[in-house]
């Protein structure tokens, strides 16, 4: 089936510092899924951090960015320098572009940016 | 973009009751969607639900046991029958936006079952 995979459950940065978090997918139902990262901050709901629709375009906000890899089935966030403010809970996911909008979510990256 | 609004943020009651978890939106959706989402664990889509017709269930999730209405385009209401402790989690309802693929997020509802 369809499914994606975030490897940290949770990552600890010192600020400033780079960040990577690795998402990979698989797609066996879907041609071309869409995929998105989005983040939850302490004490507030789910927002959608970045989109990408179309194979090998990035897509990039708020100084992160995730380049939609077809070839690797993967869509990893990065940021070159983070800060405390970036600390929240990161979910990468995939929806099916000609389909029911259903989204399917790995289980998140939880961020944490020590001072 | 799609403003979303749930009531009641947070809930606790016993096993074996019901409950009802509201979902609003600032502006008509054609599709609402409820989302389940365990401690550390991802989100779990478990029905879509479009206006004036039954919402459609995904698998493990039934409708005598979370029955879902859309009585129109703003609305809906996710209710939970016969609550048990292990449907402690919390409950999310989106929207997608006009002529986006993205999905939109209410805040969020979390129920705790005794």
């Known amino acids: 089936g369809d499914s994606v995979t975030q490897t940290e459950g949770q990552v600890t940065v010192s600020e400033s510092k780079s960040l990577i978090i690795n998402c990979t997918y698989s797609?066996?139902?879907?041609?071309?899924?869409?995929l998105f990262w989005y983040v939850r901050y302490p004490g507030e709901g789910l927002q959608l951090l970045l989109k990408?629709?179309?194979?090998?375009q990035k897509g990039s906000s708020r100084g992160f960015e995730a380049t939609y890899n077809k070839e690797a089935t993967s869509f990893h966030l990065q940021k070159a320098s983070v800060q405390e403010s970036d600390s929240a809970v990161y979910y990468c996911a995939l929806s099916d572009q000609g389909g029911s909008a259903k989204l399917i979510f790995g289980e998140g990256t939880k961020l944490t940016v020590s001072s | 973009s799609v403003l979303l609004y749930q009531k009641p943020n947070r809930d606790i009651c016993q096993s074996g009751t019901s409950l009802k978890i509201q979902c609003v939106a600032d502006?008509?959706?054609?599709?609402m969607f409820w989302y389940q989402q365990f401690q550390e664990q991802s989100l779990m889509l478990m029905a879509t639900?479009?206006?004036?017709?039954?919402?459609?269930?995904e698998s493990g999730f039934t409708k005598d046991k979370f029955p879902i209405s859309r009585p129109n385009l703003t609305f809906s209401t996710l209710t939970v029958n016969n609550a048990r402790p292990g449907d402690s989690s919390i409950y999310f309802c989106?929207?997608?936006?006009?002529?986006?693929?993205?999905?939109?997020f209410g805040p969020g509802t979390r129920l705790t079952v005794l």
């Open positions: 639900a479009n206006e004036g017709s039954e919402a459609t269930y």
């Open positions: 797609a066996t139902s879907i041609g071309y899924p869409n």
């Open positions: 990408v629709i179309t194979a090998g």
């Open positions: 989106s929207s997608r936006g006009t002529g986006g693929y993205e999905q939109y």
């Open positions: 502006s008509q959706v054609v599709s």
